[in-house]
């Protein structure tokens, strides 16, 4: 029997619960522990025909993985992780910002230019919280309280700089008006979009590399 001693991103006793069914149904493990002592954590486990590429799967089924050697910047399932965080993050703010630019400019066009951005940016940060305490509640099982605090929490800094972003790229391009029926305002879509999922990327990668705090 071999023993393996890994340090992984695993960040609390709820880490440990989602890997444990993943762990103890696999043949090849006799024996495991997590050490949440260390700033990072380390997973020891003991088997037969166990390697670390077999463990890190195991992990990944989890969403967690086995820290590498590499460079700071190089972490794969980090940037992975960060993508999926920053693309959830995305969509609600999405929902917000370009549905109250819809409804400021069928209903109140009168609306100054600069009201209508920080109001689209208001909304967007809503619509971002608003989705993400439903995921903590349904993911992870949070109460509505402490779903709504924690989704607040993440990552302010990271929302409000994709709202900026996305807000302020779609100003640039269509100068601020919602012309609903030409094509070439949806297609300025996609450039908005694009640079308010990559604005805010490496800033949530650097929170989950070095704290292991997700942005969303």
């Known amino acids: 029997m071999s023993t393996l001693t890994l340090k992984t991103?695993?960040?609390?006793?709820?880490?440990?619960?989602?890997?444990?069914?993943?762990?103890?149904?696999?043949?090849n493990i006799k024996e495991w522990s997590v050490d949440l002592e260390p700033e990072v954590k380390t997973l020891?486990?003991?088997g037969d025909n166990i390697s670390t590429s077999n463990v890190d799967q195991l992990l990944h089924e989890a969403g967690y993985s086995v820290i590498q050697n590499t460079g700071f910047w190089s972490d794969l399932p980090k940037w992975n992780r960060a993508s999926f965080n920053t693309l959830n993050c995305l969509i609600g703010c999405s929902i917000g910002d370009?549905?109250?630019?819809?409804?400021?400019?069928a209903y109140y066009p009168q609306t100054?230019?600069?009201?209508?951005?920080?109001?689209?940016?208001i909304a967007g940060l809503c619509t971002s919280i608003?989705?993400?305490t439903v995921l903590l509640r349904r993911r992870e099982h949070f109460g509505w309280s402490l779903a709504l605090k924690t989704a607040f929490g993440m990552s302010f800094i990271s929302m409000v700089a994709m709202e900026i972003a996305m807000t302020g790229t779609?100003?640039?391009?269509t100068g601020g008006?919602?012309?609903?029926?030409?094509?070439m305002y949806w297609l300025a879509l996609v450039p908005a979009l694009a640079v308010?999922?990559?604005?805010?990327?490496?800033y949530n990668y650097y929170k989950l590399k070095k704290f292991n705090q997700a942005c969303h």
């Open 9 to 27: 991103d695993l960040h609390c006793q709820g880490c440990v619960n989602k890997i444990s069914p993943i762990l103890d149904r696999n043949k």
């Open 44 to 46: 020891t486990v003991k």
């Open 98 to 105: 370009f549905g109250m630019v819809f409804i400021l400019q």
């Open 112 to 121: 100054p230019m600069v009201w209508q951005m920080v109001l689209a940016i």
């Open 130 to 132: 608003a989705l993400e």
């Open 170 to 173: 779609d100003f640039m391009i």
């Open 177 to 183: 008006k919602a012309a609903f029926s030409d094509p």
């Open 196 to 202: 308010g999922f990559v604005t805010p990327l490496p």
